[in-house]
């Protein structure tokens, strides 16, 4: 079973971001940079729209630079 969005986000703080999973990079992308780069969006909701397309952080990332809209659309998954 896949963790939750604040079950991750708890795993990646303990592991630090350089020896993190990807999914714990993308939890902590959500929580902290994700709406300085694409504004009113909900960090779960990316995140667990983000999973089910199987997208990963890096992924994530360069679609918030690229397309910011695409990034709110993983909201409505």
């Given amino acids: ?5 604040e079950e991750t986000l708890v795993s990646a703080k303990k592991t ?3 020896r993190c ?6 939890a902590l992308f959500c929580n902290t ?3 300085i780069l694409c504004g ?4 779960k909701l990316v995140f667990e729209g983000a999973q089910k ?3 990963s952080a890096k992924e ?5 630079k690229d397309n910011p809209q695409a ?3 993983l909201m409505w998954l």
């Avoid at 079973?1 to 969005?5: E, P, R, W, Y």
């Avoid at 999973?21 to 993308?26: H, I, K, N, V």
């Avoid at 994530?60 to 918030?64: F, I, K, N, S, Y």
């Fill in 16 to 18: 630090g971001a350089s």
């Fill in 40 to 43: 009113a969006v909900s960090p």
């Fill in 1 to 5: 079973m896949a963790k939750t969005f």
């Fill in 60 to 64: 994530v990332l360069q679609m918030a």
């Fill in 21 to 26: 999973s990807d999914a714990e990079l993308l």
């Fill in 33 to 35: 940079s994700l709406q």
């Fill in 53 to 55: 397309k199987g997208l």
């Fill in 71 to 73: 990034v709110a659309d």
